[in-house]
């Protein structure tokens, strides 16, 4: 990658660090919360920042996210600004990393927390200048870091994240949940949505997010397709929920099962509108991806299947009344942290094992259990 001499004077002045001392840690003024990884991972980082805000109220807590991720965190009451990195298009490589760090030492924060373990995001705080710098132990660049906190495979997620708030001297000892916040709008469009599809009944809807990025974390189409069926023939609503990715997953199912109260509601919303509309739903059907933590995060109780991945990843479903459908005893799963294209193997036997009449059998003991 060619850089002109102009970017790498840049770098070299932007890498002298600011003056700082553990007073500014502990009542700190400004925060940033640098998190750019999947949609699941900024909710799931939400639980911290609200803990931040009830022991900062006074502070501004501003949050560095991807450009998709940053329309999720609207009007939430813990965070004061979003700041948008594209750090895969138009703020990509070293003259983006600049770029950023110029403008957060502008804003002159006194603390950043990085729940994300990337290179990337410690070369652009350490660039930032600002002054304590908290990440894991398992960072890529931890040397950028002056408070290092243990990473722990064994805890979920959200519970990993707030090892980050003891440099503050925060200890967390209570649950927390992540909380979206739908606009009025937002609320008024899927009450449109609804409308326009003569859904009467709402207090029986269901919804089921079917898509993944990965491949390998997406339970057969066609069984989906079934188990909506089922679902409708006991007298439910379901809306086939995702993004504009998934257009042709929900068109799938719609048109496999021809059934009025099959409804796809892909690509035709935000994701703040779809959870607004998740929030609606008696239960929620979901591979691990982004649906799982925002249905989560609107208190809708949540069917989750696993397939390549496993939960003890801590990434799994975190309400009360939240079930796990997984094959469990393959020697070959987990094979990635994220899932893959395809099943490294050939056999796909961690989704091909679950059946419809088991998903089934979970939906309806979570629907008799209540929201």
Known sequence: MAVDAQTVETYRTLFVPTAGGHDSVMTPRRILVFQTAFLGD??????????????????EIDVVTTPVAS???NNHPAITHVIQYDKRKTQRGLSGIVSLARKLRLLQYDVAIA????????????LSGIPERIGFSNTSGKIFYNHIVEYVHSRHEIER????LIPLGIQVKQKEFPSLYPSLNDINTVNKFL?????????????IA???VWNTKRWLIERYAQLALLLAHDGHEILIIGGKEDAELGSAIVEATKHKQIHNATGRLTLLQSAELIGRCKVLV??????LHIGVAMRTPVVAIFGATVPEFGFGPYGANDVVVETKGL?????????????PIGTFECMKKIEVETVYEKVKATLSKGK
């Open 331 to 343: 020697s070959c799963r987990p094979c990635a942290i994220h899932g893959g294209k395809k099943c």
């Open 195 to 207: 409308f326009e599809r003569e859904i009467v009944h709402q207090d029986r809807m269901i919804a």
């Open 115 to 126: 729940p994300h373990r990337s290179f990337r995001t410690a070369t652009v705080l350490a």
């Open 210 to 212: 079917p898509g993944s």
């Open 161 to 164: 994240n707030y090892a980050l």
């Open 286 to 291: 979901t591979n691990d991806s982004a649906p």
């Open 71 to 73: 329309t999720l965190l």
């Open 42 to 59: 900024v909710i799931l980082t939400l639980p911290m920042i609200q803990v931040l805000k009830r022991n900062f109220p006074e502070a």
